[in-house]
């Protein structure tokens, strides 16, 4: 049943409080630790914080993922509604991690993240997902859409892409307990085994269809 444009409006002002929560919990924890030196960041609040925008990028960007298989299991198209709105917030983390390994971590010397990059594998697979995410939020628009026509759709696949780099990023940067990175990654072998799954049906299909009219 399709959603009303009240409903759907009220929707979309829920998920956008959602998915800015944990940003702001985070920000109010950062003012505490500046003001007081106790925000709940825990011993080393540099990688809290990039470790907590990280993550909150990969959830978004396992979320954007998910909406299609949701799609095609409850038959609610308007659930795509949300697709590129959770894309964007995975965007908006990702560039907020980005930006906080840079300032925080390299605390000003910018340069020194090409050096980093080339020596450190899970930054290079890390900047590589987020140079990626670059071009699909720039081309998130229905401007980008119609201009690009039928290579937009080819330019988005390469969110899997993006993924499996952000999954091995996570992976490789925690080194040891690689039990909540193995999570995500579990997560993403089910969302693009489905879509695997459904290509072949398709395939499957279109065969037995092309050797019926034959």
Avoid: C
């Amino acid at each position: 049943m399709p959603l009303s444009s009240r409903t759907l409006i009220a929707t979309k002002t829920l998920v956008h409080a959602l998915a800015l929560t944990p940003a702001a919990i985070l920000a109010w924890q950062i003012r505490a630790e500046f003001l007081t030196g106790s925000g709940g960041l825990g011993a080393d609040p540099v990688a809290e914080i990039e470790h907590r925008l990280g993550l909150w990028a990969l959830r978004f960007l396992m979320l954007t993922l998910a909406i299609t298989p949701l799609r095609q299991l409850t038959g609610q198209p308007v659930l795509m509604r949300f697709r590129r709105m959770l894309g964007l917030y995975a965007f908006a983390y990702a560039t907020l991690h980005f930006t906080a390994y840079l300032v925080l971590d390299l605390r000003g010397y910018w340069t020194q993240i090409f050096e980093e990059i080339a020596k450190r594998p899970y930054i290079t697979v890390g900047f590589a997902a987020w140079l990626l995410l670059v071009p699909l939020a720039l081309t998130s628009t229905q401007a980008a859409i119609r201009w690009l026509g039928r290579n937009w759709a080819r330019l988005h696949k390469l969110v899997y892409v993006i993924a499996v780099l952000a999954v091995l990023h996570f992976w490789w940067l925690v080194k040891s307990d690689v039990r909540e990175p193995a999570l995500y990654a579990g997560i993403l072998a089910v969302l693009l085994g489905w879509r695997a799954w459904n290509a072949l049906k398709k395939r499957k299909l279109s065969a037995r269809r092309k050797a019926a009219a034959d």
